[in-house]
């Protein structure tokens, strides 16, 4: 039911918070997401064109690839996580 109503997800500086980034993709009204500072996971690069189809602002812990200080194991995974983002 909640899936079908939130607009907005502020999740900040609660490290106990874990889960997933794209166990929210589907959720048709949410404009912002913000989980800086959380354990969440996972990739910018796994959203897909049908993901998170209202979405206006995301804001990434590092545990998210493409996420706030995530810091990148090669140089050229670069590219691909700013093409995610330009989606």
Same mark, same amino acid.
Request: glycine residues 8%; aromatic residues 6%; charged residues 30%.
């Given at each position: +039911? %909640?899936?079908?109503?939130? !607009?907005?997800? +502020?999740?900040?500086?609660?490290? =106990? /918070? !874990? *889960?997933?980034? $794209?166990?929210?993709?589907?959720?048709? @009204?949410?404009?912002? %997401?913000?989980?800086? &500072?959380?354990?969440?996971? *996972?990739?910018?690069?796994?959203? *897909?064109?049908?993901? &998170?189809?209202?979405?206006?602002? %995301?804001?990434?812990? =590092?545990?998210? /690839? #493409? #996420? $706030?200080?995530?810091? &990148?194991?090669?140089? =050229?995974?670069?590219? =691909? /996580?700013?093409?995610?983002?330009? @989606?």
């Amino acid at each position: +039911v %909640l899936k079908d109503k939130l !607009e907005k997800v +502020v999740i900040r500086c609660c490290e =106990s /918070v !874990e *889960g997933r980034l $794209m166990d929210l993709a589907d959720f048709p @009204r949410l404009r912002e %997401l913000n989980l800086c &500072f959380t354990a969440v996971t *996972g990739d910018v690069r796994d959203v *897909g064109d049908h993901d &998170f189809p209202n979405l206006e602002q %995301l804001h990434c812990p =590092s545990g998210v /690839v #493409g #996420g $706030m200080g995530h810091e &990148f194991q090669h140089v =050229s995974d670069v590219p =691909s /996580v700013i093409d995610a983002y330009q @989606r």
